[in-house]
């Protein structure tokens, strides 16, 4: 079915260790994001791509990065640098009057 | 910068109760407005836009310039409106990615 397909639903990662999240869609749309969700703080923009081979940093992209290879791949790594990672990761795109499709998310612990 | 506030963590109220989740924004240009909603052990999903009017499960919303606000509201709750609700705002210039409020968790009790 059509939609955005976040993996893995869980993820671990051990201290020192970077991994990647994996986001694909099948909207056929140009723009995907990558936010954290924290409790009590919202959603916080960690990077976004507006177009294949073009990306962005968004307000909290240090520790983080990301690739744009594929319209419909929008692939997260969050690195060593990442001090606080353990958190609920969402990935969206957007459609031509800027609403917003989201995935089901990957909540990452650090152990 | 652009800014939005939900000022209430929590909020609940009886069913068949009226309903106010708040959001307030900062920003100097003109925005556009939404609420996205998050049911227990669902993607999040968006309720309304202010540009569309619409009236969404019984849920309105309108933009208020002059106090920057976009509250959303509910003449009657029901307990399947539980959920998370966040409010969000798009810049007209610049970056096209949304901002979003802390949200607000609303409890409807039976």
């Known amino acids: 079915d059509g939609g955005i397909t976040q993996s893995p639903k869980y993820l671990f990662r051990k201290e020192g260790q970077n991994v990647t999240l994996s986001c694909e869609q099948n909207l056929n749309h140009d723009a995907m994001y990558w936010y954290r969700q924290d409790p009590g703080q919202g959603l916080r923009l960690i990077y976004y791509s507006q177009i294949v081979n073009d990306f962005q940093k968004g307000d909290i992209a240090e520790g983080y990065s990301v690739s744009r290879e594929k319209k419909e791949s929008f692939p997260l790594t969050v690195t060593s640098a990442q001090k606080n990672p353990t958190a609920f990761y969402l990935c969206?795109?957007?459609?031509?009057?800027?609403?917003?499709?989201f995935g089901s998310g990957t909540r990452l612990t650090v152990v | 910068a652009q800014r939005v506030t939900q000022p209430e963590k929590l909020l609940s109220v009886f069913k068949g109760a009226p309903v106010e989740l708040k959001c307030n924004y900062s920003y100097s240009g003109s925005p556009e407005l939404f609420w996205y909603v998050q049911y227990s052990r669902q993607r999040l999903q968006l309720l309304l836009r202010?540009?569309s009017r619409e009236s969404i499960k019984g849920f309105t919303a309108d933009l208020n310039k002059g106090e920057t606000s976009f509250h959303l509201k509910k003449p009657f709750a029901q307990e399947e409106d539980s959920a998370m609700y966040y409010c969000?705002?798009?810049?007209?210039?610049?970056?096209?990615?949304?901002?979003f409020g802390s949200g607000t968790r609303l409890q409807v009790q039976p």
């Open positions: 202010h540009i």
């Open positions: 969000a705002l798009l810049m007209d210039t610049g970056r096209r990615a949304l901002t």
């Open positions: 969206a795109t957007q459609d031509r009057n800027y609403g917003y499709t």
